[in-house]
């Protein structure tokens, strides 16, 4: 689910998605540690906000260097 007030990440380099969502997780841990239940729920939603914008960003990539084209993966038998 994303987070209602987290609308544009695109400024964000794809290294500073991955750093901020490696502090959101330890902030994350802190919650649970405390069992601050709506500091828990909120910050899932950060982080799947950010995980998401991170994934969407690393298919993107994926699918400009059209990989399909370049791995063989069958089986010649000679």
């Known amino acids: ?35 601050n239940h709506a500091m828990i729920n909120q910050l899932r939603m950060v982080v799947e906000t950010y995980q998401e914008e991170f994934q969407n960003r690393l298919n993107d990539m994926y699918k400009k260097q059209n990989l399909e084209d370049k791995i063989n993966i069958t089986k010649d038998n000679k």
Not at 12 to 33: E, G, M, N, V
Request: glycine residues 0%; hydrophobic residues 30%; without cysteine.
């Open 1 to 35: 689910m994303r987070h209602p007030f987290i609308h544009d990440l695109s400024d964000k380099t794809t290294d500073d998605l991955s750093k901020t969502i490696a502090d959101l997780q330890k902030k994350l841990t802190f919650a649970y540690r405390s069992q």
